[in-house]
């Protein structure tokens, strides 16, 4: 095991944990959404189209890979096929930091719009936070120091 640890240090230097976020058919407009709040773009979009996987020919059209990109945003997403139940739950949390909390609490109002809000954005110990659940079942933690 140590020696597996240098040599991904040595060749790497780091390491980067990303969100790869599995939909019902809506991936391509969750992303959209993603990407309008986040000012990022969608980037390596791939359907299923030519791929050789059994899915039914009406969701063939559906994202099978695609990356959303931009300062300090890098989430991964695919809509998952038919015959792979995609249960809501709380196994995922993205948690964003703002150095602002005006605009944190923009982006929280945001993300929860047509979701469910868990915990108000409300000052707290440690700054300003809030938790809720998107309208795509995505769960969200804002958070701001400031």
Same mark, same amino acid.
């Given at each position: 095991?140590?020696?597996?640890?240098?040599?991904?240090?040595?060749?790497?230097?780091?390491?980067?944990?990303?969100?790869?976020?599995?939909?019902?058919?809506?991936?391509?407009?969750?992303?959209?959404?993603?990407?309008?709040?986040?000012?990022? *773009? $969608?980037?390596?979009?791939? %359907? =299923?189209?030519? +791929? *050789? $996987?059994?899915?039914?020919? %009406? =969701?063939?059209? +559906?994202?099978?890979?695609?990356?959303?990109?931009?300062?300090?945003?890098?989430?991964?997403?695919?809509?998952?096929?038919?015959?792979?139940?995609?249960?809501?739950?709380?196994?995922?949390?993205?948690?964003?930091?703002?150095?602002?909390?005006?605009?944190?609490?923009?982006?929280?109002?945001?993300?929860?719009?047509?979701?469910?809000?868990?915990?108000?954005?409300?000052?707290?110990?440690?700054?300003?936070?809030?938790?809720?659940?998107?309208?795509?079942?995505?769960?969200?933690?804002?958070?701001?120091?400031?």
């Amino acid at each position: 095991m140590q020696y597996i640890k240098k040599w991904y240090n040595k060749k790497h230097n780091k390491m980067q944990i990303q969100a790869y976020l599995a939909f019902n058919g809506n991936c391509q407009e969750a992303l959209n959404f993603y990407a309008e709040l986040f000012k990022a *773009k $969608i980037q390596n979009r791939q %359907s =299923y189209e030519d +791929k *050789k $996987i059994d899915v039914p020919s %009406s =969701y063939r059209q +559906k994202l099978q890979h695609a990356e959303l990109v931009g300062k300090g945003v890098h989430l991964m997403a695919y809509d998952a096929s038919p015959d792979t139940p995609i249960n809501h739950g709380n196994q995922i949390h993205m948690s964003v930091e703002i150095n602002d909390k005006n605009e944190a609490e923009q982006l929280f109002n945001s993300l929860s719009e047509g979701g469910k809000v868990h915990h108000n954005f409300r000052e707290r110990e440690w700054g300003y936070f809030g938790r809720c659940t998107d309208k795509y079942g995505i769960n969200w933690m804002v958070n701001s120091n400031i």
